[in-house]
């Protein structure tokens, strides 16, 4: 009997491949993305090694055509694709005055377009077999707060939460629910900004502020894996947080009416 399938952009490592590890090791296929070939290769290997089963595709979120082969190779080797996780991403830090049009657009599509190129096949896919599949997209507290130096970062995480809250709207009718998380976790994306954090601590003679006190990506692919157990008891469109073992969920924004600005 075939496997469902879990596709999972930006999977050849970090947060990512610990998403791929963790529902390989729940009996899932699991569809394996990055821009490296060399990284998605290794990926793969590591997941069959330890008796998963795993498909690789190699390519930027940014291409239309690479959510398709996504979705093309989870019908191809397994019997559907019953849940996909937006988790592609990249950084390009710089403040607002000195950002370029080139780093903006490359964190803007990679996020943005990339989770729709991602999403609409696989939508189609689930209409066609009648619903009851879910997609996560990974967002961050920079699109929630903002962030210093993340002008680009920001706005494309607060737009991911756009697309959750419209996603969410969207599938009910097919019973598809859409979630978000904003995770922390160390990896090579995080781990130059939580060395410069905790230098800087140092430097000042002060503990270091427990913001950057974050978890692994092991923690947050056991979160995730648990929000696709519980998928159809939990409100769709709901915002999560984990790093570590602490755990949340956002309120999205609310109308407050005022009678002045004073």
């Not at 075939?2 to 699991?30: E, N, P, W």
């Not at 060399?38 to 055509?65: L, T």
Request: glycine share 10%; charged share 20%; aromatic share 8%.
């Amino acid at each position: 009997m075939k496997k469902s399938a879990a596709i999972i952009t930006g999977s050849s490592r970090g947060i990512g491949f610990a998403l791929a590890q963790r529902f390989a090791s729940k009996g899932m296929g699991v569809v394996i993305n990055g821009t490296s070939e060399e990284n998605v290769c290794h990926a793969v290997e590591e997941i069959r090694r330890h008796g998963g089963s795993a498909q690789g595709v190699v390519g930027s979120v940014q291409d239309i055509d690479t959510g398709k082969k996504l979705m093309n190779t989870a019908i191809d080797h397994y019997e559907n694709a019953s849940i996909l996780i937006n988790n592609a991403g990249t950084t390009r830090d710089r403040m607002a005055h000195r950002l370029s049009i080139d780093d903006w657009n490359e964190v803007i599509h990679t996020h943005l377009t990339g989770t729709f190129s991602a999403a609409q096949p696989f939508i189609l896919h689930q209409k066609s077999i009648g619903g009851k599949g879910c997609i996560i997209n990974m967002t961050s507290t920079a699109g929630l707060e903002g962030n210093i130096g993340q002008l680009n970062y920001s706005a494309a995480k607060a737009g991911i939460l756009g697309m959750t809250w419209t996603l969410a709207k969207e599938l009910e009718k097919w019973h598809v629910p859409v979630f978000a998380v904003a995770p922390a976790a160390l990896t090579d994306m995080t781990r130059p900004f939580v060395e410069r954090a905790r230098n800087q601590a140092i430097e000042k003679g002060e503990p270091l502020d427990p913001y950057w006190e974050i978890g692994t990506p092991e923690q947050v692919a056991e979160f995730v894996f648990k929000i696709w157990e519980n998928r159809l008891n939990l409100p769709s469109g709901t915002i999560y947080s984990v790093n570590g073992n602490k755990i949340g969920k956002w309120s999205p924004p609310a109308f407050q009416e005022i009678e002045s600005l004073d």
